[in-house]
């Protein structure tokens, strides 16, 4: 079945950098864009970017540019989330998650991963 | 940015009751919508799209409706399994997310 594996949870110093990843099963990972959300403890959900893994072509929110970087590995199919320079705010469940196309203007983010933890502190 | 308001912020229902949820949008974003449903410790999960389809899998009891900037998600008869968080998010200009409505048992 469709299927989207995250790393660990990770605990990381003000001003370090995290790397997640997101190991997608079931279907082709080429086809698809990955997007990645976040949400801090307690709040709602955020949109971070996405990346098209077929060509690598990226976009972020633009309260993310400079400081995120998304790749992929199509050997493996699995993509990456780098968020670098963090700090306490960026604690969060950081989520990936697929785009399906319905067809026309219809687009949804239709199979999730279970979340990876980073919490940032000194 | 388009900013998605949703309303209430918490809403109590018994079970068996119906439950209505409002998401707003700061401009139009057309029929480009979707509902997700999150519980606790638990990945979102996808309720509808194109602000009124049900996803594969979802119960007829959820139904979307509306377009432009008003919004609404009717769940007709609440079972025990649906008190959970519900997120309504545009996609007409990248993706935000409304801040969310968390069901409740009254």
């Known amino acids: 079945q469709v299927q989207l594996v995250q790393s660990g949870a990770e605990v990381k110093k003000p001003g370090a950098s995290v790397k997640v990843s997101c190991k997608a099963s079931?279907?082709?990972?080429?086809?698809?864009?990955i997007h990645w959300v976040r949400q801090a403890p307690g709040q709602g959900l955020e949109w971070v970017g996405r990346?098209?893994?077929?060509?690598?072509?990226?976009n972020s929110a633009q309260k993310f540019q400079g400081r995120v970087t998304m790749t992929r590995d199509t050997s493996i199919a699995t993509a990456f989330l780098e968020v670098s320079r963090l700090r306490s705010e960026d604690t969060a469940i950081y989520y990936c998650?697929?785009?399906?196309?319905?067809?026309?203007?219809?687009?949804?983010?239709?199979?999730w991963g279970q979340g990876t933890a980073v919490t940032v502190s000194s | 940015e388009i900013v998605m308001t949703q309303s209430p912020a918490t809403l109590s229902v018994s079970p068996g009751e119906r439950a209505t949820l409002s998401c707003r949008a700061s401009?139009?974003?057309?029929?480009?919508l979707v509902w997700f449903q999150q519980k606790p410790g638990q990945a979102p999960r996808l309720l509808i799209y194109?602000?009124?389809t049900r996803a594969t899998g979802i119960p007829a009891r959820f139904n979307g409706s509306g377009s432009g900037t008003e919004f609404t998600l009717t769940i007709s008869s609440l079972q025990s399994e649906d008190f959970a968080v519900y997120y309504c998010?545009?996609?007409?200009?990248?993706?935000?997310f409304g801040q969310g409505t968390k069901v409740e048992i009254k």
């Open positions: 998650a697929r785009e399906v196309w319905f067809g026309e203007q219809l687009y949804a983010m239709d199979v």
């Open positions: 079931g279907y082709s990972f080429t086809d698809y864009y």
């Open positions: 990346i098209f893994p077929n060509s690598g072509v990226t």
């Open positions: 401009q139009s974003v057309n029929s480009n």
């Open positions: 194109g602000a009124s």
């Open positions: 998010q545009q996609y007409y200009n990248w993706w935000t």
